[in-house]
């Protein structure tokens, strides 16, 4: 079972549509990061979480550390926001901090 | 403010060469992060620098080396290239260790 679980792989939505991303892992983590990718290979940094809620414009990211979750809302979507969301997260194995990530959600958003 | 920079971006690579590849971080950046993408293995944690020193590593082989230079920019370099070796390599650079990162474009290396 791999660290960090991302659901959907793929998810395909019409303009306007609320979008909603999840990644669960299975670790200890320090903080959690939503990656945002574009065709071509350029990696945005969406968020970055410790605990709680972060809103950014449209863009939503909550965790929960108890249960080890964390989802990514996409109000209003448009089709600039397709893309591909990874998540990954910072843990530390004896005294080696790294971040592992998931295998990433290709979002694409029809006009 | 300048983006992160990593030069070349592209390289053409024959087996059991070596490779050494080049990450400039935001002004005013200390740490720097290594990745490497390829779509079978996706995103995989390299190494991670800051101050010159190397703070944390990920599960690759001694082949894959790096440094990190006092003005923060720093190198990668894969000895004895394999085949597998070809994928795309991101550097990220972040104030200090543990802060959010900023990523470059990527180097596309491959390997014949």
Known sequence: KNEVEQSPQNLTAQEGEFITINCSYSVGISALHWLQQHPGGGIVSLFMLSSGKKKHGRLIATINIQEKHSSLHITASHPRDSAVYICAVRSQHFGNEKLTFGTGTRLTIIP | ?112
Not at chain 2, 27 to 37: K, L
């Open chain 2, 1 to 112: 403010k300048a983006g992160v920079t990593q030069t070349p971006r592209y390289l053409i690579k024959t087996r059991g060469q070596q490779v050494t590849l080049s990450c400039s971080p935001i002004s005013g950046h200390r740490s720097v992060s290594w990745y490497q993408q390829t779509p079978g293995q996706g995103l995989q944690f390299l190494f991670e620098y800051f101050s010159e020193t190397q703070r944390n590593k990920g599960n690759f082989p001694g082949r894959f080396s790096g440094r990190q230079f006092s003005n923060s920019r720093s190198e990668m370099n894969v000895s004895t290239l394999e085949l597998g070796d070809s994928a795309l390599y991101l550097c990220a650079s972040s104030f200090v260790v543990g802060y959010e990162q900023y990523f470059g474009p990527g180097t596309r290396l491959t390997v014949t």
